[in-house]
């Protein structure tokens, strides 16, 4: 099966730099998804990593270690409108049936 | 470009009840993702479909719900009968790729609540 594992909280000051981390299982691991969703909304497409490395966009990047099964998100240059919950999704499974699981999430507070 | 649409965006309907779902994914996108969000939790996959054919309903509870994909565009998603726990948003997305770099696009959402 899949099971995604990240901190159910996390707080920090505007201007800040936070990092997010999420552990997974899953049997055919094909990759790493980052999502953020404002209270009321629907989740929104942050980042995706299939390879092992940091992945820059903007003031966000996302990292994956594909042997730890560990993956994190950073956010650097913290805004209160960044203060929302993220979920990382994991995409495994065998050719032809792929399923992606998301995590509980992690709610981020931005404190002024 | 259009982005995923649903609807209806809210209902309320008291248990035992039926209700359906609709959504009509990103033109040109053959994946559709039905997924339940209960308040606080991470969404949960219901049904992928690959355009017209059932890739994962492991998780589709489906002695009450049901869910199809006529032509390999619009959805439906249905409960019946409905029960407390049913409450929840239920969110469709679509993807241009089944796998790779593809990046699920949701809709808004419609906020089911069981009386």
């Known amino acids: 099966g899949q099971s995604l594992e990240q901190p159910s909280e996390v707080t920090a000051v505007e201007g800040a730099i936070v990092q997010i981390n999420c552990t997974y299982q899953?049997?055919?691991?094909?990759?790493l998804s980052w999502y953020q969703q404002h209270d009321g909304g629907a989740p929104t497409f942050l980042s995706y990593?299939?390879?092992?490395g940091l992945e820059e966009t903007g003031r966000f990047s996302s990292f994956l270690s594909r042997s730890d099964s560990y993956g994190y998100l950073l956010l650097q240059e913290l805004q209160m409108k960044d203060s929302a919950s993220y979920f990382c999704a994991v995409r495994g499974g065998r050719a032809g049936g792929f399923k992606t699981i998301f995590g509980a999430g992690t709610r981020l507070f931005v404190k002024a | 470009e259009a982005g995923v649409a649903q609807s209806p965006r809210y209902k309320i309907i008291e248990k035992r009840q039926s209700v359906a779902f609709w959504c009509n994914p990103i033109?040109?996108?053959?994946?559709l993702y039905w997924y339940q969000q209960i308040l606080g939790q991470g969404p949960k996959l219901l049904i992928q479909f690959q355009n017209n054919g059932v890739v994962d309903d492991s998780q589709l509870p489906k002695d009450r719900f049901s869910a199809e994909r006529l032509k390999g565009v619009d959805s439906t998603l249905k409960i019946q009968p409905a029960k407390l726990e049913d409450s929840a948003v239920y969110l469709c997305?679509?993807?241009?790729?089944?796998?790779?770099?593809?990046?699920?696009?949701f809709g808004p959402g419609t906020r089911l609540t069981v009386l």
């Open positions: 997305a679509s993807s241009q790729r089944e796998v790779g770099t593809d990046t699920q696009y």
């Open positions: 899953t049997s055919g691991f094909y990759g």
């Open positions: 033109s040109g996108h053959a994946t």
């Open positions: 990593n299939a390879l092992d």
